[in-house]
């Protein structure tokens, strides 16, 4: 297996803590451990660092099933991390030679892994002028008999917008007649700017694969907890090639993730959250709208992410790194997407920090268009 170049982690690892700002992230500012262990009522004391249950403990899977209409322990396997559990999958079901469809843009990991594993990705494009949507009734055109899987990040990531509930519909259809798989990443549900939390595809079809994770909505990304949701007769298949990577969630993380997932704690884990975009997302369409010569975008639906668009004619990545390298800033270039002349900027900081680092932002663009002017 030969993966490509996985461009947006490795710019992200490199440099997010070699910069003044990083607002590369797509998540809010993370709980500390003491904020966390207050949430939780959890003593230390209590806590044995033995292995754990390596699909993860009963009461995690029971915890994790109650977020998914009609799931049970049986569909659960708990993982280290979202991208574990996107891996396991794609490992499990993509063959060479098998046609993989990739609504895009996306995360890079899904798709590269397919095409690591001798996939045949196909792009299926969302629409910016449609609000980040695919073109209705493209689905059939794009999921093709013969077709093995079809990847769905939703909300979506870089755009942070959410599929309609017709586009859901087309995407099941077509998958449902071509008898395909659909592997929907689903980490950044509850994370949504306004509104009830985005449906999830899980029970719309029998070869529905749902991942998800703490990392974004839960603002938990270090304790690298994830899951894969599906059919129980894949439960087997998936934990035996678990087996062959972490073998078992971190024990802290597991006994943390299924107090987190409490039915009196989530709601206030996904508040605070929720909290953060809303005060945010004014700071950064207040800062775009006022620079409307520089920039124009979409304001997300869910996640700590806006993907705008610049007019100037300067390469993605090359401004990127002017940015890392004059101004102290990181954040991720549209080249990482397939998509030049964008630019995702996270706003998941603190306000103060935030704030500093678009004026960065605008600084540099400013000398670059006096520069050609």
């Known amino acids: 297996m030969r993966v490509p170049p996985f461009l947006m982690e490795r710019w992200q690892s490199t440099f997010e803590h070699r910069v003044d700002y990083n607002i590369s992230e797509s998540g809010v500012h993370p709980l500390t451990l003491s904020e966390l262990l207050d949430l939780i009522d959890l003593d230390p004391a209590d806590v044995r660092l033995e292995y754990g249950q390596s699909d993860g403990s009963d009461p995690l899977k029971a915890a994790i099933a109650a977020l998914y209409e009609g ?115 689903e980490v950044y549900i509850g994370a949504e700017v306004e509104g009830p939390e985005t449906p999830s595809f899980w029970g719309r079809y029998d070869r529905v694969i749902v991942t998800g ?87 997300p639906d869910a996640g700590a992410i806006c993907y705008v668009r610049y007019g100037l004619d300067l390469n993605s990545t090359e401004l990127a790194e002017r940015l890392r390298a004059e101004k102290g800033v990181l954040l991720v270039p549209g080249d990482h997407f397939g998509m030049d002349r964008y630019l995702r900027i996270g706003f998941g900081n603190p306000a103060a920090e935030l704030d500093e680092a678009l004026d960065r932002v605008a600084a540099l663009l400013e000398e670059a268009y006096a520069a050609v002017a």
């Open 213 to 299: 994770s703490l990392s974004k909505a839960y603002a938990l990304p270090g304790l690298r907890l994830g899951w894969i949701t599906a059919p129980a007769h894949m439960h087997e298949e998936f934990w035996s090639r678990k087996d062959y990577t972490t073998i078992t969630p971190a024990t802290l993380s597991d006994i943390a993730a299924r107090r987190v997932l409490n039915a009196d704690v989530r709601p206030r884990v996904l508040e605070r959250t929720r909290g953060i975009i809303r005060t945010n997302l004014s700071r950064v369409t207040r800062w775009l709208d006022h620079r409307a010569d520089l920039f124009s975008y979409r304001a």
């Open 71 to 185: 799931a049970v322990p049986d569909n659960i396997i708990a993982t280290t991390g979202g991208a574990e559990a996107n891996y396991v999958v794609l490992w499990s079901l993509v063959s060479p030679g098998d046609r993989v469809v990739a609504l895009e843009p996306t995360y890079g990991q899904t798709p590269g892994i397919a095409r690591g594993l001798g996939a045949d990705v196909v792009s299926w494009k969302l629409r910016e002028n449609l609000g980040w949507q695919p073109e209705p009734g493209s689905a059939a055109d794009a999921i093709t008999p013969g077709t093995r899987l079809v990847i769905v990040t939703n909300p979506n990531n870089p755009t942070g917008a959410v599929l309609t509930e017709a586009a859901m519909a087309e995407i099941v259809e077509a998958a449902e007649a071509a008898g395909a798989w659909i592997l929907a990443d």
